[in-house]
C-alpha cells in the first residue's frame, strides 16, 4: 500500500542554517505531495503541497519539489528562524483512495538562538 | 469562515467509559475525514463522509469505534468501552468532494486512565 518514510528527528539547527528534511514515499499512480507543520499546542496545518512530477510547492520560504524519478519531496529552507520550530509531517493522497491522506512520522525541528 | 473545529478539546475517562467526539466541518465542505493519532508518530486515516455516506473505514476502526454524518454537516466519533490503547488525538478534517487539500480541526486528545 502507499506509505511516507521521512527522516528522523529530532533535528536541531541554529538560527538562519540550511534545512533539509527528506521525504521518499511509494505510491501507485500520481499522488499529490503535501508538507503540514504541527507548531507546539496547535493544530495540523499544510504547509505546502505539488500535484504533479516537477511541480515545486513554496511557502513561507519553504520550497519542496515533487520528483517521479526519485519518488521524492524533500523539504528545504534557506534560513531558517527559531519560529520555525516545530514538527513537520511530509504526506501523500490519491483521487482513487478518496484523497484520504497518509502521512510520514514526522521530523522535530528545534531551531536554537 | 471559522475553519474546523472539535469538541471537546480534551477528554479523560476511565476505561471501559463510552466517548463521543463531535467534529464540524468548514460549512461547505461535502468531504469529513477522520484520523488518529499517537504520540511521536503522523496521523493515521480512520473513516470518512461524503455528505452522509461513510465511503470507507480503516482496518484501524475496530467494531468499538462508530462514526456517523446524519445530516451531512457535523460528525461525530463514539468509542465503547474504552481501553487504554485508545488514548490519542483524534483528528477531523474538511474538504470539497474531488479536492486534495484538507483542513484539520485542533483535534481531541483523549486519555483512557
Known amino acids: 500500500g502507499d506509505s511516507v518514510t521521512q527522516m528522523e528527528g529530532p533535528v536541531t539547527l541554529s538560527e538562519e542554517a540550511f534545512l533539509t528534511i527528506n521525504c521518499t514515499y511509494t505510491a501507485t499512480g500520481y499522488p499529490s505531495l503535501f508538507w503540514y507543520v504541527q507548531y507546539p499546542g496547535e493544530g495540523l496545518q499544510l504547509l505546502l503541497k505539488a500535484t504533479k512530477a516537477d511541480d515545486k510547492g513554496s511557502n513561507k520560504g519553504f520550497e519542496a519539489t515533487y520528483r517521479k524519478e526519485t519518488t521524492s519531496f524533500h523539504l528545504e529552507k534557506g534560513s531558517v528562524q527559531v519560529s520555525d520550530s516545530a514538527v513537520y509531517f511530509c504526506a501523500l493522497s490519491r483521487g482513487t483512495g478518496g484523497f484520504k491522506t497518509i502521512f510520514g512520522a514526522g521530523t522535530r525541528l528545534f531551531v536554537k538562538a | 469562515d471559522t475553519g474546523v473545529s472539535q469538541d471537546p478539546r480534551h477528554k479523560i475517562t476511565k476505561r471501559g467509559q463510552n466517548v463521543t467526539f463531535r467534529c464540524d466541518p468548514i460549512s461547505e465542505h461535502n468531504r469529513l475525514y477522520w484520523y488518529r493519532q499517537t504520540l511521536g508518530q503522523g496521523p493515521e486515516f480512520l473513516t470518512y463522509?461524503?455528505?452522509?455516506?461513510?465511503?470507507?473505514k480503516s482496518r484501524l476502526l475496530s467494531d468499538r469505534f462508530s462514526a456517523e454524518r446524519p445530516k451531512g454537516s457535523f460528525s461525530t466519533l463514539e468509542i465503547q468501552r474504552t481501553e487504554q490503547g485508545d488514548s490519542a488525538m483524534y483528528l477531523c478534517?474538511?474538504?470539497?468532494?474531488?479536492?486534495?487539500?484538507?483542513?484539520f480541526g485542533p483535534g481531541t486528545r483523549l486519555t483512557v486512565l
Open positions: 478534517a474538511s474538504s470539497l468532494a474531488g479536492e486534495d487539500t484538507q483542513y
Open positions: 463522509f461524503q455528505n452522509e455516506a461513510q465511503l470507507e
